[in-house]
């Protein structure tokens, strides 16, 4: 959702009538209702996941470090993993 102002009016990129129900749940004593954001630029819009180990009943399979993750500096670093895993 992205709200930009022009010309002193409030413009959205929602649907005017998703908007609408929006800003009829507005509450005009709360400080937050009264924030206005725009849409953050692509190069911000970074998300990395990775799963470890994924498992099932009767399967189990365990999926090597990317090398964002790996530090030079722990090179004992699968080990704390598992130790980590165990304590969960």
């Excluded at 990129?13 to 924030?35: F, G, I, M």
């Amino acid at each position: 959702m992205c709200f930009f102002r022009t010309n002193e009016k409030l413009i959205s990129s929602l649907d005017p009538n998703v908007l609408e129900r929006l800003q009829l749940c507005k509450d005009p004593l709360c400080p937050d209702c009264k924030l206005t954001f725009k849409d953050p630029e692509m190069n911000n819009l970074i998300l990395r996941l990775h799963a470890y180990r994924y498992s099932g009943s009767d399967w189990c399979y365990s999926a090597p470090l990317p090398s964002w993750v790996i530090n030079e500096n722990v090179p004992d670093l699968h080990d704390a993993i598992e130790e980590a895993i165990k304590q969960l």
